[in-house]
C-alpha cells in the first residue's frame, strides 16, 4: 500500500499534468468503488480540478466549481495512470500499486481491472486500474470532509506537528511504539516501511512501549519521522515493484532500506542480522543489536 512518501510522489505528478483541464465526462467502470450516487459524478461534467491534496495515505481532488471533494484512496494495488491524447501507448504517469502481470507498456488495452475513466475535453484522459479491488472513491460535502480529516491526526510535515504536539500526544500511552506510529488518529501517512525505518535510525525497539522512552528518545524520534519522510519523498517513495513517478522513474528509497525487507541479512550498522517479527498484526524488521 503506497504510504505518505509515494502518495506524494503521486500528488506531485498528476498535478502537472490534469489540473485546470475541463472534464468531458466521468464513467464509473466498477459500481463498488464509488457507494455514493453515480449522478453525482456526472455533474462534475464542465468542471475542473483545481487542486490535489493528499490526507494521510489518500489523494483528495478539489473543483473550481463544485465545493465537493473527492477522495481517492489506491490502497494495495490501485494505479492511477494519465494519457496524454490519441497515442494510447504515450505515458504520461503511472503510479501507485503494481503492473499487471507481464505488462511491458502502456497500452490501454493492458489494463483489465479498469474501475474509473475521467475523460478531458482536450484528449487526455485518467483510468483507475486496480488489480484486487480494494481502492475505494469518495466524494464529500465541506462538512463530510470536515467530519473525515478530523478524525485523523497530524501530517508529520506540516507546521502542526511540532516537538510539543508530539510529545503531547505521547503523553501517559501505554501501547507499544510501532502500533503508535502506525495509528491513524496520532499522525496520518505511515506504514509498515517507514515505522520501521523510522525505529531504526532511533535506535529504539519495535517492543518498546510508547511510555518506556526518555524525553530525547521521544526528540530523536519525532526528528527522525520527519528526516525519514522528506528523504522517501525526496527519493520519489519505495519501489519493490513497477511502480513509477511521472518522469517515468522508480521510486528509489528502497536502494537504503536498512532493515525493511532485509531480513536474514547483514545490518548495514553493526553486521548483525536483521529480524523479523509480527507485531501488531504486521511483519516488523529490525535489528536485535542496534534496537534496545
Do not use: W
Request: a positive charge.
Amino acid at each position: 500500500m503506497p504510504e505518505l512518501p509515494e502518495v506524494e510522489t503521486i500528488r506531485n505528478g498528476l498535478s502537472r499534468f490534469v489540473l485546470f483541464k475541463e472534464i468531458k465526462k466521468l464513467v464509473l467502470l466498477d459500481t463498488n468503488l464509488f457507494k455514493g450516487a453515480e449522478n453525482d459524478l456526472l455533474k462534475l461534467r464542465k468542471d475542473e480540478f483545481s487542486q490535489i491534496d493528499r490526507l494521510g495515505k489518500a489523494l483528495v481532488f478539489s473543483f473550481k466549481k463544485s465545493e465537493k471533494k473527492m477522495i481517492i484512496h489506491l490502497k494495495m494495488t490501485g494505479q492511477l495512470v494519465y494519457f496524454s491524447g490519441k497515442n494510447l501507448k504515450e505515458q504520461a504517469m503511472l503510479a501507485g500499486g503494481h503492473s499487471e502481470k507481464g505488462q511491458n507498456n502502456l497500452d490501454i488495452s493492458k489494463f483489465k481491472h479498469l474501475r474509473l475513466r475521467i475523460e478531458f475535453f482536450d484528449n487526455s484522459f485518467l483510468i483507475l486500474n486496480d488489480t484486487r479491488r480494494f481502492a475505494y472513491l469518495k466524494l464529500l460535502n465541506i462538512k463530510e470532509f470536515e467530519e473525515v480529516s478530523g478524525k485523523l491526526g497530524v501530517e508529520p510535515l506540516s507546521k502542526g506537528f511540532s516537538l510539543s504536539y508530539f510529545l503531547k500526544i505521547l503523553e501517559k500511552r501505554k501501547k507499544n511504539i510501532k502500533a503508535f506510529l502506525l495509528d491513524q488518529s496520532f499522525v496520518v501517512g505511515m506504514g509498515n516501511i517507514y515505522a520501521d525505518e523510522i525505529l531504526f535510525a532511533s535506535k529504539l525497539s519495535p517492543f518498546r512501549s510508547v511510555d518506556s522512552l526518555d524525553l530525547k528518545q521521544k526528540k530523536v524520534l519525532y526528528n527522525n519521522i520527519k528526516k525519514i519522510l522528506k528523504l522517501a519523498i525526496k527519493k520519489r517513495g519505495t519501489t519493490f515493484s513497477d511502480y513509477v513517478d511521472a518522469d517515468g522513474k522508480s521510486g528509489n528509497f528502497s536502494s537504503v532500506l536498512k532493515v525493511y525487507g532485509r531480513k536474514g541479512q547483514k545490518c548495514r550498522s553493526c553486521n548483525g542480522l536483521v529480524g523479523k517479527t509480527k507485531l501488531v498484526g504486521r511483519g516488523t524488521h529490525y535489528c536485535p543489536k542496534c534496537q534496545n
